[in-house]
């Protein structure tokens, strides 16, 4: 049980144009999911937190206009790279914390690589 | 946010030996977790332990959170705990703060 998918799990997409990325719990429920990146070699970094039905909530230095976030379900958040340019290029991971039960572990998705050109 | 820090950087070890990886934080923590990344970037859940030890097997774990500190244990090393670990937390917020990773090298 608690499984996260992401798709794609791959994109390739010229400067400036917007990819949109999804994160899906596929057993069970989530009103918070996290979004976090990841550059090569490094560790990951949360990015926003998206929250189910609210606004998503973004960490220091993120820019919420250019990673636009939507929550519209129970089980699924989208991360939306707008314009994206060569340095927003990164691993992108999402993860889920389960609405029921003892909300101890994130389950985290297999995350999508993200090669703009 | 919580500081996170992990040693040693980089660890290679001869298939067989035994290790421990350690994580220190900067303030206490209502979440501590270890995980560790496969070559293709998927984050594998090894242990939640805020306090006290647990074993899953060859790996086991142990959080002195008096001490601010947690130590992940592999023993018998084998080839495919190759990758990179990473220890995380929280202060109650559940935003994981990740320490920089102990790449693990185990060699046949």
């Known amino acids: 049980g608690a499984v996260v998918s992401q798709h794609p799990s791959r994109v390739i997409c010229k400067s400036g144009t917007s990819v949109k990325i999804e994160c899906r719990s596929l057993d069970f429920q989530a009103t918070t999911m996290f979004w976090y990146r990841q550059f090569p070699k490094q560790s990951l970094m949360l990015m926003a937190t998206?929250?189910?039905?609210?606004?998503?909530?973004?960490e220091q230095g993120v820019e919420k206009d250019k990673f636009l976030i939507n929550h519209a379900s129970l089980t699924l958040s989208t991360l939306t790279v707008t314009s994206a340019h060569p340095e927003d290029s990164s691993f992108y991971i999402c993860?889920?914390?389960?609405?029921?039960?003892?909300?101890?572990?994130?389950?985290f998705g297999p995350g999508t690589r993200l090669l703009v050109l | 946010g919580i500081q996170v820090e992990q040693s040693p950087p980089d660890l290679i070890l001869q298939e067989g030996a035994n290790s421990t990886l350690r994580c220190n934080f900067s303030?206490?923590?209502?979440?501590l977790q270890w995980f560790h990344q496969n070559p293709w970037g998927q984050l594998i859940n090894l242990f939640y332990i805020p306090s006290g030890t647990k074993q899953n097997g060859r790996l086991s774990a142990t959080t002195v959170a008096t001490e601010r500190y947690s130590l992940l244990y592999i023993s018998s090393s084998q080839t495919t705990d190759s990758g990179v670990y990473f220890c995380?937390?929280?202060?109650?917020?559940?935003?994981?703060?990740f320490g920089a990773g102990t790449t693990v090298t185990v060699r046949a």
């Open positions: 303030d206490s923590v209502n979440n």
């Open positions: 998206s929250n189910e039905g609210s606004k998503a909530t973004y």
């Open positions: 993860s889920a914390l389960p609405l029921a039960g003892p909300q101890e572990t994130q389950y």
């Open positions: 995380a937390v929280d202060g109650g917020d559940y935003k994981l703060s």
